[in-house]
C-alpha cells in the first residue's frame, strides 16, 4: 500500500469506530470522511459524486454493472474476450455474447459491430487487460455501440488502468465503470463503481439503502478513505511514474528477449526494429507478458520463488490452475505456449535492484528447466 493510504487508515482502525449511517458526532464525522473520499474519488475517475458506489471491489463493481443492468433491463448482454471472469462469467452466465480479439488483444470493432442490435442492454470493454495490459480504444468501442446499440451501457472494466491512464479523460464515454483499491496502492477489499446520473440498475445488495440504494450494507469507511488517499497520490505522480515503470519495465522484457533464447513477447511482432518503449505503446507500463517455448510456467513460478521473485502465470485469480488463460487463448496464442507464460507485473514500489534481480533469476532458472524438459512432439 502507498504510505499515504495507510496513513489515512489507521484512523480509521484505532480510533473511529462509528457507523456512518448513525445520527450521533462520531456518525456524523465517519459520514463526512465517506463524502470526502467520495469527491476525491469522483474527480480521479471523472465522475459527480452521486455517480460513485462503493464496493468491496473490482469483482462487485464488475458484477454489479453487467448483471445489475440485466436485472433492470434484460436484453441481451456483450463483452470482449479478455475480460477479467468478473465481467466474462456474469455475462456468458446470462446466455450474452462474447466478442473476439486480435492477435494484439484489442477488441475487433467489426465483431463488436457484427454482435450488436437493438435487444443489447450492455457492451463491457475493459481499459487495460489485467494479463497482458493491452489498452482497449474505448472511444471507438463507444461510438459503435452508439451506433449500432443506441440503447446499450457501455461498462468499462477500469481495474488495471487507474495507476497508469488518465481513467477520468479515458472512461469518459463509459456508463458505468469498475476500479479496485489494491491495484493503485489502495487496500485489498475496497472499489468503485461510477454509475452515471440516468443509468438505471438493479442493487445487488439489499438492505439499509446505502449508497444511495444502489448498494446495500455499511460501508468500509477505513478502506474507503485509504482508497481516496492511494488514488490521490497515485494521480499526483503518475505521469512520473509510469515513465519510470515503463522504463524499468523495457530494460527487464528487453533484457530477457536479449537473454533467453526463443523468448516471445506475447502480443508483439518479435524482430521489428523498432525500440521496445515504441513497440509496447499499447500496453500499460506495468506489465510485461512472455511466452517461453519449451518451458511450464508451473515449474517456473516455483524456481523463482526460492529466490524471492514472484511473478505470475495466468491472471493471478486463475494461477495455481492447470487451465491456459482465456486472454492468452482469445489471441490466439498456441495452447502449448500459453502453458509456458510469464506476467512479470511492476509497480510504483519497483525499483531498478527488483528488474536486476529478475534479469539476474530468470535465465539460469529457464536453462535449467529447458535441460530437464522432455522433447516438445511435433
Ligand atoms: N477486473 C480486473 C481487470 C482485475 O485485474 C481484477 C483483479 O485482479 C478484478 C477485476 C477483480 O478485482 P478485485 O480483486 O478487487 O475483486
Known sequence: ?????????LPWLTEHHANPSGAHRPAREARRALDDARE?????????????????????ADNLAVLGTADRHGGVLVCGA????????????????????????VVDLDGLAAALDPDVTLVSVMLANNEVGTIQPLAAVADVVRTAAPAARLHTDAV?????????????????????AHKFGGPKGVGVLVVRDGVDLAPRQIGG????????????????????????????????TVARVAALRDRLVDGLLAAIP????TGLEIGVDEPGATRRRGRVAGIGHLCIPGVESEA???????????????????????????????????????????????????????????LAVLPPAIDRLRQFAAPTPA
Open 300 to 358: 517456473l513460478l516455483f524456481l523463482l520463488e526460492q529466490q524471492e521473485v514472484y511473478a505470475s502465470a495466468a491472471s493471478s485469480c486463475a494461477s495455481g490452475a492447470m487451465e491456459p488463460s482465456h486472454v492468452l487463448a482469445a489471441m490466439g496464442v498456441d495452447r502449448r505456449l500459453a502453458f509456458g507464460s510469464l506476467r512479470l507485473s511492476l509497480g510504483w514500489s519497483s525499483t531498478a535492484a527488483d528488474v536486476d534481480l529478475a
Open 262 to 265: 526463443g523468448l516471445l513477447e
Open 40 to 60: 476525491i474519488m469522483a474527480e480521479v475517475l471523472g465522475a459527480r459524486p452521486g455517480e460513485i458506489v462503493f464496493t468491496s471491489g473490482g469483482t462487485e
Open 209 to 240: 439503502g446505502q449508497e444511495r440504494e444502489r448498494r446495500g450494507g455499511t460501508p468500509n469507511v477505513a478502506g474507503i478513505v485509504a482508497m481516496a488517499a492511494a488514488a490521490e497520490a497515485c494521480v499526483a505522480d503518475r505521469s512520473t
Open 160 to 180: 488495471q488502468a487507474v495507476s497508469w491512464l488518465d481513467v477520468a479523460a479515458l472512461a469518459a464515454p463509459a456508463d458505468l465503470v469498475s476500479v479496485s
Open 1 to 9: 500500500m502507498r504510505p499515504e493510504a495507510v496513513a489515512a487508515m
Open 82 to 105: 479478455t475480460e477479467h471472469h468478473a465481467v466474462l462469467d456474469p455475462v456468458v452466465g446470462r446466455g450474452g455474447r462474447v466478442v473476439g480479439v486480435g492477435p494484439d488483444g
